[in-house]
């Protein structure tokens, strides 16, 4: 397999709070760096309830049941893939302090950073905001 390419990065900018976006941007996750592509996936705002143990608080998380009711894979299986994928997950502290998010109730292997951070971390690379 060849090396994961820097001009090939993906970076994914969470910021909506909603579960189909929060579902997206884990899938899109997934299947780039399955693609053999570096991916960075920084969350802010609402969508940091995405990187929390519980997610419920992304409107329409109930969502996920009836996805995995369909064979679909749901957001906890997703999140648990991404680190094996390699996919470098971060929280934005700002919006953290902004939700009064305690830090504590991220999954594990998340980084708290800030936006310069994860802009230096995409570099050139492509850039979803979602």
Known sequence: ????MADRTLGLLLVGGSYERAHTAFLMAASASSLDRTVVLFA???GLHALCRDFSGLAGSDRDAILRARGVAGLET???V???L???LMACVAGLQALALDPAALIDGVEQAGAPSFLEAVGDGQMLSL
């Not at 397999?1 to 994961?4: D, E, N, T, V, Y």
């Open 82 to 84: 991404l680190p094996s």
């Open 44 to 46: 802010t705002q609402s």
């Open 86 to 88: 390699g996919v470098r």
């Open 78 to 80: 997703l999140r648990a």
């Open 1 to 4: 397999m060849p090396a994961r």
